[in-house]
């Protein structure tokens, strides 16, 4: 096993939020203090400009400009794995390039997710000419497998399988946000060494003892230090207190997901920091109001969610 | 009715194929030879980098790039109708203003498509955030409705009904791809004056009889000389004969649905010209091949589609 192998990416990731200003731009200052924050609670690593960093909502430029900026505030380019997906292959390739220039530890891709009922062949061309177009031994790809956003255009295990085969030194590893244990569990065993994140901190534990590389989660913006104590509790060989507190993770995690993702997450944000930009959104998104406003933030005082927080 | 309005865009339009060279780049001289065969075929505009045209494959440089290109080909502006949409409104902006300036007769925009379970609120508000954005007196704006390629985010017929009321000089029509005729004929009925067109050929006639623009099309790339026979006799007030040609183009166009739209036509586009380019994807769209090419090709002879195409 290659010593870049030993420092594969691996344990509590958070899929950072990108606060946007009043113009509805990234804030830069504000994402850089966000994503310190949460490597100070505990996150191993970042998946920034992911489906919770609002990347789609975002040209190629200004995710690019963007993640330079926050690697000039001081970010470890090593310890982010950006989203560098497109419908577009020249533009996944400029994205990717950019982020091996920033430095990062991997780029995160979606695949290309505006034709349905595609096919694992024209699949597999995308991901193997992204790869051959960026030319660069340093690329570490990890598929990023989100069926429910894409529109069902997902990225199958017999996929998964031919590209790790084909690619063995750039296909490093997936997150899967598809929501399926028994997917995430054939992934971690016909793959050993392959860095399997689950896209829920739900599975955190249950991944990590399947021989997985750990979890790329929205809320881990806001349960960052509980779930960092589940990984710790693991790599200590404290198997009764791990899965307690991985009780207390999912129970977390539960009542965040009956709400919309990202405007729940910044309306906790904004509750947890005061920061009044946490409710700028870009269009389509829009914030939580009302009700269902009133009832997450009652919801997470009683769960004492503000402790676990970054 | 203003001056602008009497030369809306009107009638038959093709949803031009892109054609791309053995780089997988859009083969710029192959394009503007393509667009004007079409014209010359009798369609009344083109809608260029939509959903056939393979504008999610593309870069948004490489969009704007190809509608200069096209133009300065001599294809002339007033007849484009480009898809300007992207999942980011930065981008839409972007993309609109390059229309703008290229001379566009108007820009087809897509919902932003990645987020699925938007509110029309939120897409109320890209739309909005877009034309308020871009700013300029000469946007004419066509939604593009299409939520089978959009994963189910559409532009429910309230949400064109407001758009339409709050932005009466730029939202123009729409391009309603549902494939549900009792949604278009609503649209024609609630909205007397604004262009919609239908996404198929099949309803071209019954569009035009309910008040409606027209249809843009991806099967017209290869039926334009017989949808154009439909709109001439329909305009001539020869309704038994304009009833019997729909028929035949319903039947045209009903036997092509049957295959992926891109490879089919891309399939057919080589058989009908020799061109061998026409085999040039972007992935992850495939070519046709085996049986299914083989089935294609015969049909098509069968059906006289020669005698149709550009």
């Given amino acids: 096993m290659s010593e870049a192998r030993d420092e594969a990416p691996r344990g509590v990731f958070a899929a950072a939020l990108t606060p946007m200003d009043g113009n509805l731009n990234v804030d830069r200052e504000a994402f850089a203090l966000h994503c310190r924050r949460l490597l100070e609670a505990g996150c191993h690593g970042l998946g920034v400009f992911g489906t919770t960093g609002e990347a789609s909502s975002l040209s190629a430029k200004e995710r690019a400009a963007a993640l330079e900026a926050l690697v000039e505030a001081g970010i470890p380019g090593e310890r982010l794995l950006p989203g560098t997906g497109s419908c577009a292959l020249t533009e996944a390739v400029w994205l990717s390039r950019a982020a091996l220039e920033a430095g990062a530890a991997g780029v995160l891709v979606l695949p290309p997710f505006y034709y349905k009922g595609v096919t694992d062949e024209g699949l597999y061309r995308f991901f193997a000419q992204l790869i051959e177009r960026v030319g660069d031994g340093r690329l570490r790809l990890y598929l990023y497998h989100f069926p429910q956003m894409t529109g069902g255009v997902g990225i199958s295990v017999p996929l998964v399988r031919r590209l790790a085969a084909d690619y063995p030194e750039v296909v490093r590893g997936i997150k899967d946000s598809e ?10 065993r016909e793959l050993p060494g392959f860095g399997v994140f689950a896209g829920t901190e739900r599975f955190l534990l249950d991944t990590l003892r399947a021989g997985g590389a750990g979890c790329i989660s929205a809320t881990a913006n806001v349960t960052a230090r509980l779930a960092r104590r589940v990984y710790d509790l693991h790599a200590a060989g404290e198997p009764g207190e791990a ?9 977390l995690r539960k009542a965040l997901e009956a709400y919309p993702a990202i405007p729940a997450l910044k309306l906790l944000m904004r509750d947890l920091t005061g920061e009044d930009r946490w409710l700028n959104l870009r269009p389509p998104l829009v914030n939580l109001e009302g009700e269902s406003a009133a009832r997450l933030l009652e919801e997470a005082r009683t769960l004492g969610l503000a402790e676990h927080a970054p």
């Fill in 179 to 188: 929501g399926s244990w028994p997917r995430i569990e054939a992934l971690c």
């Fill in 243 to 251: 899965s307690s507190a991985q009780r207390r993770l999912t129970g």
